[in-house]
């Protein structure tokens, strides 16, 4: 079945720093792709999503292009704040039988934590 | 906020027992997902619901069932509790479960077994 692969860290990085977290997936079809993150004690928030191949997503300074060839989506960020501590995940969207039933499939998530 | 509203946020019960878990989605959203979070398997699909329908099923137990009422809220009835069903659930709601269209999750249900 299709699945996401993401680095599952943790990540610690100084505040300013670049951030890469990995993400690769398997998948038959032509599945939309999403990073989603998670702060403490809270649910999952939609960060940025990819609907087509060398699509980039782009949301509060972090990005990720949809790379078909390498069936790649990871995600970058130039200069980390220590309010971006979270744990972010990488996700396709595949389909189901029938329709109206595409669900999320998710990787592991990577905690990121952001020193001052 | 989401929009998406779960309840209870902590509940703590006893092997052997059973539980509701109850998920009101975001107003007009018809597709209800649920998922379960725990440490060693991350997140898991349960179940999709859609405008009352069951849509699609991942690794959701046999002890474990759900259901989408008219009003379009959700629950996700868990039974014959066991040490290891201890996790955070989530349900999350989307408008049309279409492909492009991002789920968006309730702050989850964390369960603790006894």
């Known amino acids: 079945g299709n699945s996401v692969t993401q680095m599952e860290g943790p990540v610690t990085l100084s505040e300013e720093a670049f951030l890469t977290i990995n993400c690769t997936y398997t998948?038959?079809?032509?599945?939309?792709l999403f990073w989603y993150v998670q702060y403490p004690g809270e649910g999952l928030q939609l960060l940025l999503k990819a609907t087509k191949a060398d699509d980039k997503g782009s949301n509060k300074g972090f990005e990720a292009t949809y790379r078909k060839e390498t069936t790649s989506f990871h995600l970058e960020k130039g200069s980390v704040q220590v309010s971006d501590s979270a744990v972010y995940f990488c996700?396709?969207?595949?389909?189901?039988?029938?329709?109206?039933?595409?669900?999320?499939?998710f990787g592991k998530g990577t905690l990121l934590t952001v020193n001052p | 906020d989401s929009g998406v509203t779960q309840t209870p946020k902590h509940l703590i019960t006893a092997t052997g027992q059973r539980v509701t878990l109850r998920c009101s989605p975001r107003s007009g959203d018809l597709s209800v997902y649920w998922y379960q979070q725990s440490l060693d398997q991350g997140l898991q699909f349960l179940i999709q619901?859609?405008?009352?329908?069951?849509?699609a099923k991942g690794n959701i137990l046999e002890r474990f069932s759900a259901q989408q009422f008219p009003d379009l809220h959700s629950e996700l009835n868990l039974s014959s509790l066991e040490l290891g069903d201890s996790a955070l659930y989530f349900c999350?709601?989307?408008?049309?479960?279409?492909?492009?269209?991002?789920?968006?999750f309730g702050q989850g249900t964390r369960l603790t077994v006894v």
């Open positions: 619901y859609y405008n009352g329908e069951e849509r």
């Open positions: 998948a038959t079809g032509y599945p939309s």
């Open positions: 999350a709601s989307s408008p049309t479960g279409q492909q492009n269209t991002e789920a968006f």
């Open positions: 996700a396709l969207s595949d389909r189901g039988s029938g329709g109206s039933n595409y669900k999320l499939t």
